[in-house]
């Protein structure tokens, strides 16, 4: 079983940083990347940054410059360091993990940006 823990969520003013972290433990065999994405109440679940096993990375258009993911592969942990948060980037984060074809999915954590 393969559990992804996430943390590093909470409330900060707008220009603000946070750093998330997310932990993956369990029976993991050939990791293909991981990855950030978030969602807003009645929104769709949208990709904010993914890093893959070799370490290419992509970002959404919106957290280009102002966000940067990073992974420990030793830990099968990855990272966002969130600077500059804007009030829009309000949401709920979720770590995601595809390795060997399949999809996990971690908790959640909140964000929350005040103005």
């Known amino acids: 079983q393969v559990q992804l823990v996430e943390s590093g969520g909470g409330l900060v003013q707008a220009g603000g940083s946070l750093r998330l972290s997310c932990v993956a433990s369990?029976?993991?065999?050939?990791?293909?990347?991981m990855g950030w994405y978030r969602q807003a109440p009645g929104k769709q679940r949208e990709s904010v940054a993914i890093?893959?096993?070799?370490?290419?990375?992509n970002y959404a258009e919106s957290v280009k410059g102002r966000f940067t993911i990073s992974r420990d592969g030793a830990k099968n942990t990855v990272y966002l360091q969130m600077n500059n948060l804007k009030p829009e980037d309000t949401d709920v984060y979720y770590c995601?993990?595809?390795?060997?074809?399949?999809?996990?999915w971690g908790q959640g954590t909140q964000v929350t940006v005040s103005s």
């Open positions: 995601r993990l595809l390795a060997s074809a399949r999809v996990y």
């Open positions: 369990g029976s993991i065999f050939s990791i293909n990347s």
């Open positions: 890093i893959t096993s070799g370490g290419n990375t």
